[in-house]
């Protein structure tokens, strides 16, 4: 085999590893964007629905309350929240 010939061969070689990293990196780009849309469409909800199903709750069961309009028993509450919650933030 002379020296063209492996020449050709290389340079042929060369041109397919070329062809192959870009295949490589438009795939490693299709698997990051997929990572990306399943982060956004899936785990964010997930998250989201910790916050959402409490409050939810809360908010479906204290319409059933049998407060008899008495706002000093609300307000007792509020600020009993109130402190708690300073008292978490110390």
Do not use: H
């Amino acid at each position: 085999m002379d020296d063209t010939q492996l020449l050709q061969r290389l340079d042929a070689q060369d041109a397919q590893l070329e062809e192959i990293q870009k295949a490589v990196k438009s795939t490693q780009r299709y698997f990051r964007i997929t990572f990306w849309i399943t982060i956004v469409l899936f785990v964010l909800p997930l998250v989201a629905m910790v916050f959402v199903i409490p409050w939810a709750f809360s908010s479906y069961l204290g319409s059933f309350s049998l407060d008899s309009g008495n706002t000093n028993s609300s307000q007792d509450r509020i600020s009993q929240e109130l402190e708690l919650i300073q008292d978490l933030l110390k």
